[in-house]
C-alpha cells in the first residue's frame, strides 16, 4: 500500500492526512493513514473538472466511450490485483471481492451504450410545418460521494455513466478504504482520458460539505447510512444541486412453509452473513409464517454455526470481519441490547476468535429469535452477521410487518406457491423484490431502487435512471417558412 493520495487535473499530489491509523480488518496491520481532505483540495478539483467540462462536453459520445471500452479492459487485466487490495482494506471474502468487481464492470459495460441510452426524442409537425424535439446535455461538474462497504462497485454505479454523458467528476470514496479506487483511478488514467474529467479528493465530512457547497458542482451521487444521506440531500437540495441519496437499510425476508429447505436456507445464510453483514441488501430479519418456523429455525442455526470465519485472502473463508474494532463493538453491544430485550441468542458469534488473528475485527454469525416488535434493534440497521427471527401466522402479517418498517431498501420472500409471490410483490413497500432471490440486487441496466428512509431523490443509481440524472432535457421548437430566405 501507499499513502492515500488526490488526483487533480491529471496529476498526482499528496492528500491531507490525519494522524489515525487504517488498518487491515483481517490481521490489524497498518495499510496508511486516514485522509482529512480540506476545502482547498475540493476547491482545486473542482475548478480543474470546471475546466475540462467545456472539451469533454463536445467530445462526441462515440468518442467518449472509447475511453470506457479501454477502462473495461485494463479493469479486466487487473481483476485479480483489485479484487485483493479489496480483501485487504474492506475484509471481503474472494469471492465477495471479485463479485463486487464484476457488478462494478458491468455498469462500464453499459455506459457504452450511451450513443443510444443518451438519444432523445422528436415529432415532426406537432403543428403544419413545425417540429419539435428533446435532446440530452451534459449537466457540468458531478460529485460523489461512497460508502466503505462496496469500495470499488459503488463508485463505478455513477462514474462511467456521469462521464460517458459528458459530465466531468470529483470523487470522494470513502475515507476508510481508500487504496482499491487509488488503483482503480490509475487504470483511469492509463486510458489517455483528458486531465481533469475525473478527478479524486480523499477525506470524510469537510470534502463533502464543500462539495456540497460548491456553486460550480451542478449535481450530487452519495450512497452511505441513512443520517448522511439526509443531511446530504437537504444540503445539496438547498444549494440548488440535483441530488441523488441511497441510504441505509433493514432488509426482510419471508420463509413461507412451503419453501424448500435447503436452498432457502443457503441463501438466506449468504443474504445475512455474506459481507460480514455489511451490505445495504443483506437480509438482517427472517419472518417465518406458520409451521416455517420449525425448520428454517433449525436449519438457519446449523448453517451460522458453520460458517468458516477467517482472513478473505484464505480460499477456506466463508466470512471474514467487519470493518473497524468499533463496528464490531457496537454490533456486539446491539445484540446485548436485544437479549436484555428478550430475544434469544440462539447462535451466539460475539465471542469469536479467529486463530492467529488476534487483532482482526471478527464475529461470528448470530441469530437472535423473537425480537420483540418494541426492541431498538427491531428498526435499527446493524450492518453486522446478525440474523434476527420473528415468528408470524400469515403472508398479509408479513407484509404489514415490513410496511411498518421506516426503511424500504429491498424484501425478499421464498415459496413455491406463485400467488403468494405475487401477492408479496404486489404489496412489499419496498423498493427492491426478491423472490426465491436473497440479495434482489438490481443488474447494472435497471435502476437500483430504495424506498422510504432508504433513498432520497427521484432517479436512483445504474441504467437509464442515471442517464436521466447526469443530463438536462433541452426542449427546440422549430419552423422553416419556404420563402423566408428571400426576405434577408
Ligand atoms: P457513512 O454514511 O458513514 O459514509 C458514507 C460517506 O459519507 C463516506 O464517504 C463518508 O466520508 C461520508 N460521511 C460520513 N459522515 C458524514 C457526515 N457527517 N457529513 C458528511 N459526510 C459524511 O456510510 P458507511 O458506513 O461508509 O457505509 C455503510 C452505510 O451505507 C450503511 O448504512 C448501508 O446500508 C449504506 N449503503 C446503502 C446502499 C444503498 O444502495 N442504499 C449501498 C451500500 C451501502
Not at 202 to 230: C, E, M, Q, W, Y
Not at 311 to 340: C, Y
Not at 355 to 363: A, E, P, R, T, V
Request: proline share 5%; with cysteine; charged share 20%.
Amino acid at each position: 500500500m501507499t499513502e492515500v493520495q488526490n488526483y487533480i487535473e491529471g496529476r498526482w499530489l499528496p492528500s491531507t492526512l490525519s494522524n489515525t491509523e487504517l488498518c487491515n480488518p483481517s490481521t490489524g496491520e497498518l495499510l496508511g493513514h486516514l485522509a482529512a481532505g480540506t476545502e482547498e483540495e475540493v476547491a482545486e478539483a473542482v475548478r480543474a473538472a470546471s475546466a475540462a467540462f467545456p472539451g469533454w462536453a463536445a467530445t462526441p459520445a462515440p468518442d467518449r466511450i472509447q475511453f470506457l471500452f479501454r477502462f473495461k479492459q485494463l479493469l479486466e487485466d487487473h481483476f485479480e490485483e483489485i479484487a485483493r487490495l479489496v480483501i485487504i482494506e474492506n475484509g471481503k471474502t474472494l469471492g465477495e471481492a471479485k463479485g463486487e468487481l464484476r457488478r462494478g464492470i458491468e455498469n462500464v459495460e453499459v455506459a457504452c451504450g450511451i450513443p443510444i441510452l443518451m438519444q432523445g426524442y422528436s415529432l415532426d409537425d406537432i403543428a403544419r410545418g413545425i417540429d419539435e424535439f428533446m435532446t440530452r446535455e451534459s449537466l457540468g461538474v458531478v460529485g460523489i460521494i461512497t460508502p466503505f462497504n462496496f469500495p470499488v462497485m459503488i463508485p463505478l454505479w455513477f462514474l462511467p455513466y456521469a462521464i460517458a454523458c459528458g459530465n466531468t467528476v470529483v470523487i470522494k470514496p470513502s475515507e476508510r478504504v481508500p487504496f482499491s479506487m487509488l488503483r482503480v483511478m490509475k487504470l483511469l488514467e492509463e486510458t489517455g482520458l483528458p486531465a481533469g474529467v475525473v478527478n479524486l479528493v480523499n477525506g470524510g465530512k469537510p470534502v463533502v460539505d464543500a462539495l456540497l457547497d460548491h456553486p460550480l458542482v451542478r449535481a450530487i451521487s452519495f450512497v452511505g447510512s441513512t443520517p448522511v444521506a439526509k443531511y446530504i440531500y437537504s444540503r445539496g437540495s438547498a444549494n440548488g444541486k440535483r441530488v441523488q441519496c441511497q441510504g441505509g437499510a433493514k432488509n426482510h425476508v419471508v420463509v413461507l412453509p412451503d419453501a424448500d429447505v435447503d436452498t432457502t436456507t443457503r441463501i438466506i445464510a449468504d443474504s445475512a452473513f455474506g459481507c460480514a453483514g455489511q451490505r445495504c441488501l443483506a437480509v438482517s430479519v427472517t419472518l417465518t409464517v406458520g409451521k416455517a418456523r420449525d425448520w428454517f429455525t433449525d436449519s438457519i442455526s446449523t448453517a451460522a454455526a458453520s460458517l468458516r470465519v477467517g482472513d478473505g485472502l484464505n480460499p477456506e473463508t466463508q466470512m471474514g470481519p467487519v470493518i473497524t474494532s468499533a463496528s464490531r463493538d457496537r454490533v456486539r453491544s446491539l445484540i446485548e441490547k436485544g437479549v436484555q430485550d428478550g430475544a434469544k441468542p440462539v447462535v451466539d458469534g460475539r465471542q469469536l476468535q479467529v486463530k492467529g488473528h488476534d487483532q482482526g475485527n471478527f464475529l461470528g454469525a448470530s441469530i437472535l429469535d423473537g425480537v420483540p416488535a418494541t426492541s431498538e434493534l427491531a428498526d435499527t440497521e446493524i450492518f453486522g452477521p446478525v440474523l434476527s427471527l420473528v415468528h408470524l401466522n400469515t403472508v398479509e402479517e408479513a407484509i404489514e410487518l415490513i410496511a411498518r418498517s421506516p426503511y424500504g431498501n429491498a424484501a425478499s420472500i421464498f415459496t413455491s406457491s406463485g400467488a403468494a409471490a405475487r401477492q408479496f410483490r404486489k404489496s412489499v413497500s419496498t423498493g427492491n423484490v426478491g423472490i426465491n432471490i436473497g440479495v434482489a440486487a438490481p443488474m447494472a441496466y435497471f435502476p437500483f431502487s430504495g424506498w422510504k428512509s432508504s433513498f432520497f431523490g427521484v432517479m436512483h443509481a445504474q441504467g437509464r435512471d442515471a442517464i436521466e440524472f447526469y443530463t438536462d432535457k433541452k426542449v427546440t421548437i422549430e419552423r422553416w417558412p419556404k420563402n423566408w430566405s428571400r426576405q434577408f
